[in-house]
């Protein structure tokens, strides 16, 4: 039982893209543009009631920061990323491997509370776009307003790209957007990607 845990757990830490790159790093360029698959973060679902003070003020502990309560923002605490889902829903990401123990901490710390802490690590894969036509190549498959004014570092969204389900978030002024699709749909999101870009190679 233990020799197949590893095996599966390696089969998530192997990346999404491992088919199609086989034991290569998963990277495409086109000019200015730079796609790459990044290291499987740990994955937590975290549910609870933002507006009590007990469940707010002991998860903002334990990440290090306070939750998101405006729609669509990310809040950072050292290795950790904090996105918000909808108004009592966040996606936590944290260092690679360290999803065990901090959901662990979680669980303690919210213990008695109306909460839901879910390690959803094997979810998603997550994709690194960079480049000033980020925007462009995003906005052939996304129906989101990705302007500036509209969609800047510190905000996310879940959206659709190219009919399928991601959830997009913008790191920084490059700019750079990292793109989580469910597992399954990873392949096609990242040769959707690499399509999408050709036109500046």
């Known amino acids: 039982m233990a020799d197949a845990m590893m095996t599966a757990d390696a089969g998530v830490r192997a ?26 973060p740990g994955q937590i679902n975290l549910r609870g009631k933002a507006s009590d003070p007990a469940f707010a003020g002991a ?13 669509n923002t990310v ?20 260092a690679p ?31 690194r776009l960079s480049g000033a036509p980020a925007r462009d190549v995003l906005a052939k498959g996304c129906s989101l307003d990705l302007h500036p004014s509209k969609f800047a570092p510190g905000q996310c969204a879940q959206t659709l790209l190219a009919r399928s389900g991601i959830i997009l978030s913008q790191i920084d002024d490059a700019p ?23 036109e500046w190679g």
């Open 59 to 71: 998860a903002a502990k334990v990440l290090g920061c306070g939750l998101p309560v405006a729609a």
């Open 15 to 40: 990346g999404a893209l491992s088919r199609l790159f086989q034991g290569r790093e998963a990277e495409a360029k086109a000019g200015p543009l730079s796609l790459r698959e990044m290291p499987v």
């Open 97 to 127: 491997g360290a999803e065990g123990g901090l959901s662990v901490s979680l669980i303690e710390a919210l213990a008695g509370q109306h909460c839901a802490v879910t390690d959803v690590t094997g979810n998603r894969a997550l994709f």
């Open 176 to 198: 750079s957007f990292d793109i989580l699709p469910r597992r399954s749909f990873a392949e096609y999101t990242w040769l959707w990607l690499e399509d999408a870009m050709a």
């Open 75 to 94: 809040a950072t605490g050292g290795d950790i990323s904090v996105l918000w889902l909808g108004p009592d829903e966040w996606l936590v990401l944290s």
